[in-house]
């Protein structure tokens, strides 16, 4: 099954290429959790950086069942890293939320009065 995806460029043109690698990004998440509902991904050039180069921003929004997970921090001058590093962060945040879905983690014994 093809994850619902939706892929926004802001402040930058669209690429064909870019969208290309982002829907080969979006398709491996199902790996890891195959309930995913829709996936929304944000690429843009924020203006406010005082760097020498353009910095890439990427946000990945991914709604499950009961759960909105969110992948924000990726900023690199090369979009390719952005689009890896935060399709990096929303695995391990998937992995997670498939985990407590199956009940793998543990909770803590709530600590009692010592006496």
Do not use: W
Not at 5 to 10: E, I, K, S, W, Y
Not at 37 to 51: G, I, N, S
Not at 64 to 86: K, S, W
């Amino acid at each position: 099954m093809q994850i619902p995806l939706q892929v926004t460029f802001r402040d930058m043109p669209q690429s064909d290429a870019v969208e290309t690698r982002i829907r080969e990004k979006a398709d491996k998440l199902e790996r890891y959790y195959d309930r995913i509902m829709a996936c929304r991904v944000v690429v843009e050039m924020p203006q406010r950086h005082k760097h020498q180069g353009k910095l890439h921003s990427v946000r990945i929004d991914l709604t499950v069942p009961g759960a909105e997970l969110v992948a924000n921090h990726a900023l690199h001058e090369d979009v390719y890293i952005a689009i890896r590093e935060a399709f990096d962060a929303m695995q391990r945040q998937l992995e997670d939320y498939a985990r407590r879905q199956r009940g793998e983690v543990k909770n803590h014994a709530q600590a009692g009065p010592l006496n």
